[in-house]
């Protein structure tokens, strides 16, 4: 008998034709011998939906409130499924985060999953019934219900099969896998059949959206086995797992965008130590995340420039925080709001050269301006002008033969 966690995503039980279909993916994979948990998004919709009545209610709506309000979503989507199963002739029962537990911790709407209880739900499968649980959502050691930010139904997945040591977890979405790019942008983009947690931590931390990050830090650690799939085909999917296990062939895997960046940049900071310290640690505590960071060489050992980046939600915050810090000194802000990051992914160019250099010779040859520059082993993003995300996308996955 393997075990298995089935997580379905919003768009996956976004109707209750939707629902219906879910329950006979599960019913088949009940019926072929396997043990399973089941974790569920809300609706497609639903979630965005609760928050715009909450910002009618209040712009500041209590983040305690706005948990319990945003949970309620996937709950609901528990019991449809429950039902729908129990229709089929599946014995199935919904289990809410306090009654398992999900225990969490951290601030409200973003807090994480450090423990699940075993036993009810084991009790309850290995007599033959299929557990759902409602995503996104635990509760804390204080009693109050908590969510785990958007996407955290992966996380939820994850966290499930790690800690009931399932054989593999399959996420099911409204594609049929990962691919070198977004398909709807890029309609030569081709399905990944395997791709490394490496690969995949960083398409899906750069835009792609086929998975939550912290989701797939989790397998990576843990050794987790992902499959990617459609609920509305019976193609096989994008297995996730270790580099071991992949032949690449291709120097890049995939191209990545995200269009919901902005710039800032520091002007004549002076150039000591502790002074980045000082200007991040007030961002920090602001709950804000910054991603890429860029110090200027000083060119007269006094003063130098500080630029990064942030995610366009958080630019105000970020601004109004960076005014409010008078232990930072610097001439000019200067920010720009209108820009996006292209990343190319591959595991294959630790090992090859050049990649840098004709990937900007492409961006090149099509005019494009870089902003910025960040690398890591297998991945490398530059920040340009929003308007040339599209025919950058286009031109590098061309130029690295992913067409």
Known sequence: MTKKVLKFGGTSVGSIERILNAAKI?????????????????????????????KAISKNFIGREL????????????????????????????????QIPIITE??????????????K???????????????????STNGDITSIG??????????VAKIFSTDTCEIYTDVDGVYSSDPNKIPVAKKIDKISYEEMLELSSLGAKVMQSSAVQTAMIHDIPLEVKSTF?????????????????????????SKDEAKITLIGV???????????????????NIDMVIQNVSSDGK???????????????????????????????????????????????????????????????????????????????????DVDTLKAVKKLHSIFDLD
């Open 121 to 139: 739900i084991n009790q309850f499968i290995s007599k033959g019934g299929v557990a759902v649980i409602p995503g996104f959502q635990g509760i």
């Open 270 to 288: 002076q150039d000591k130590p502790g002074v980045a310290a000082e200007i991040f640690e007030p961002i920090s505590k602001s709950q804000i």
């Open 67 to 98: 948990d319990v309000l945003l949970t309620s979503g996937e709950q609901a989507s528990s019991a449809l499924l429950c039902g729908a199963l129990n229709e089929i002739g599946i014995k199935a029962k919904s289990w809410m985060n306090w």
């Open 233 to 257: 085909t019976n193609r096989k999917g994008t297995k996730i797992f270790g580099q071991e296990n992949i032949d690449y062939n291709k120097v890049i895997t995939g191209v990545a965008y």
């Open 303 to 385: 003063t130098t420039d500080i630029t990064f980046t942030i995610k366009t939600e958080d630019f105000d915050k970020t601004v109004d925080t960076i005014k409010q810090n008078k232990n930072i000194k610097f001439k000019e802000l200067s920010f720009k709001k209108d820009v996006s990051k292209i990343s190319i992914v591959g595991a294959g160019m630790v090992t090859t050269p050049g990649v840098t250099y004709k990937m900007f010779r492409a961006l090149a040859s099509e005019n494009i301006n870089i902003l910025a520059i960040s690398t890591s082993e297998i991945k490398i993003s530059v920040i340009i002008n």
């Open 26 to 54: 599960i019913k088949r994979e009940h019926e072929s011998g396997n043990s399973l948990i089941v974790v569920v998004s809300a609706m497609a919709g639903k979630t965005n939906e609760l928050i715009e009545q909450s």
């Open 106 to 119: 951290g601030e409200n709407t973003n807090s994480r999953i450090i423990n699940i209880y075993k036993e």
């Open 150 to 159: 958007r996407g955290g139904s992966d996380a939820t997945a994850v966290a």
